[in-house]
């Protein structure tokens, strides 16, 4: 797919329920990647603990440091969401998006 | 390191205040490590949800998935920690070990 | 204040910055408040628990009860606001109130 | 009861399987009592702010300063359990005490 194709898909991504997408800037996208790497790295640093006898207390640090990481990396997303697509489907009227928003955050309550 | 050496050095592990070292049996580790495997590819498939736009909720629910199998680690973690070495430092008299768990624990509540 | 004014205020509650109000119908603040009596209720059984030397198993699992019925409220509270306020808002351009929400819900995540 | 009697089951009160106590000192007692008291004045005023159509954000503010004040109050009860009864069960050779906790960590934890 071009770029410019992508682009003008992204843009309509939000109100076609057929195939949602979502629509990060290339910044925020690299900035995501990024950290996923890093906590890929992790997650292999924590088989090496394990794999090694590393102290359990140490190991269960490491897997809370994951667990951060992992929660700054749904706040970016949950930013994008609202900011874009929650916003510009409210403004068009589609009040479904709410309770899809609902269903989100309840999960990341739990 | 040999075999036998290896379980020599882990049977003493838990009172080594120099260098603890963690004593899983080779099956909780063959389950801890296949569980690591499976998260690591969980966030290789995140990237690459990022990568293709995928809509927003989507990754969120995956995001959470991860968190979960990595909550079952750190039980798995604790409950052998539990049952080998604080059961044993108990027993020897090292109340130590009791304020040691109690920080883990107060970690993995946060 | 008599029950007139008291809806007056509460219809335009949503963009007066001066002093923001909720707007929950009288439903759902019955609901809300029915749950809090319950919750009060729990907390003076704690107490009692506490005073009869009540094993600290069952009061930690009296704890989390409460823990998991304030977390409802939470999201009685979340739901009402999403639907009315942020709704409201987002289709009156103000997207202020999209911040003010992704500190409330970092705020449910942490 | 007495204070004498009171005591004497206190102290006896981690191995008596068939009604097991708990057994803070008069100091954790009243710092426990004074907390939950707190909680329950905290709960009130959310109450009030149902009442007063208070706005949401503020609440739900609220909500989880009372989650974090019961969390603690869990800390508390967690640390008194371990270094004494676990530790106490643990020295005389009962290792059930080891499930038990277990549960409840994993109950913290969820």
Sequence with gaps: ?????KTAETES?????????????????????SRLNRIEGQI??????I???????DVITQISAVQSALNSVSKILLEGHLKHCVVERVQEGDEEVVDELLT???????
């Design 51 to 57: 794999d090694k006898d590393t102290y359990c207390d």
């Design 13 to 33: 991504s939000c109100h076609a329920t057929s195939e949602r997408r979502s629509h990060h800037s290339p910044e925020v996208k690299k900035n995501l990647t």
């Design 44 to 49: 292999r640093g924590i088989k090496g603990m």
């Design 1 to 5: 797919m071009d770029e410019l194709n």
């Design 104 to 110: 989100t955050i309840k999960r990341l309550m739990k």
